[in-house]
């Protein structure tokens, strides 16, 4: 078994130079990646790379920092993305405090529509939280038949335990940064079957290449500080957090 990268957006403007071969590198050495949207038109550009490429998995939604673009034709076509058989799950959704692009209620309003979204087509959701996470866990918890992957898990180990048990956490090259000690902690406490690894590229680049373009093939480096840190093989961490990614998204 490979590993997976449960969460890239492939269809950033740093990638346009080289897509193709990114794409390429990923299937050699990845089991499978899953192309994240921010809005509609990254939404249908994920769709469109699932269909070209057999490894590529989408997911729809808008993003908390562009919700502002949500409404209800907006929530009707990504329904209709949603039914695609390559699309896993609603997302990247949630609430984003750092950059408030807009009012906490608007964004509230907008993660609400979207988890009832999920809940209506029985996807499972991926969950962006910056400077939110009492407010993001709050609604989580107001739906408690939906699950998903809560992105780039910024809390503690404790504020996870507050998270629906439907949900495992998404960890990437953070992890590897020297200051990452609270990542480093909740990696120690939290059990591997919650765990799936995840690259976001092109940012947030592991060490030994921070500061650079990240991309898909990466998840390596994140996967080796896991097994590291909680002393176990890497063909453990492998195994274990492509089967949570299969799981949770529904791939088979």
């Known amino acids: 078994m490979k590993l997976a990268d449960s969460h890239c957006h492939v269809n950033d403007s740093k990638f346009d130079e080289d897509r193709e071969e990114v794409f390429k590198r990923a299937e050699t050495e990845l089991e499978f990646i899953v192309n994240i949207g921010n809005d509609l038109k990254t939404s249908e550009e994920s769709i469109k790379y699932s269909e070209k490429y057999p490894f590529v998995y989408a997911v729809v939604g808008v993003h908390p920092t562009d919700i502002s673009t949500y409404n209800d034709e907006v929530e009707k076509r990504i329904e209709d993305l949603s039914k695609h ?18 009012e906490k209620e608007v964004q509230k309003e907008g993660f609400r529509r ?7 087509v029985g996807l499972p959701v991926v969950i962006h939280s ?9 609604i989580l918890n107001e739906f408690p ?14 504020s996870a335990m507050l998270v629906p048990k439907g949900y495992v956490f998404g960890i990437g090259g953070v ?10 902690e909740f990696i120690e ?8 690894i995840e690259t976001d590229s092109p940012y947030l680049t592991p060490s030994p290449f921070r500061g650079k373009r990240n991309e898909p093939v ?8 896991i097994a590291e840190i909680k002393n176990i093989s890497v063909e453990e961490v492998i195994r274990i957090t492509t089967e949570n990614a299969k799981k949770i998204y529904n791939i088979r």
């Open 175 to 184: 992890l590897t940064f020297k200051n990452a000690r609270k990542t480093v």
């Open 85 to 102: 058989e390559k699309a896993v799950a609603i997302g990247e959704i949630g609430l984003d405090y750092y950059w408030m692009e807009d």
């Open 218 to 225: 990466y998840v390596k480096y994140v996967a080796e500080k």
């Open 130 to 138: 910056r400077d939110a996470m009492e407010d993001t866990i709050n």
């Open 114 to 120: 979207q988890m009832k979204l999920a809940e209506k």
């Open 145 to 158: 038949d939906v699950k998903g992957i809560f992105h780039c898990y910024p809390g503690s180990f404790e």
């Open 189 to 196: 406490k939290i059990d591997l079957s919650r765990i799936v």
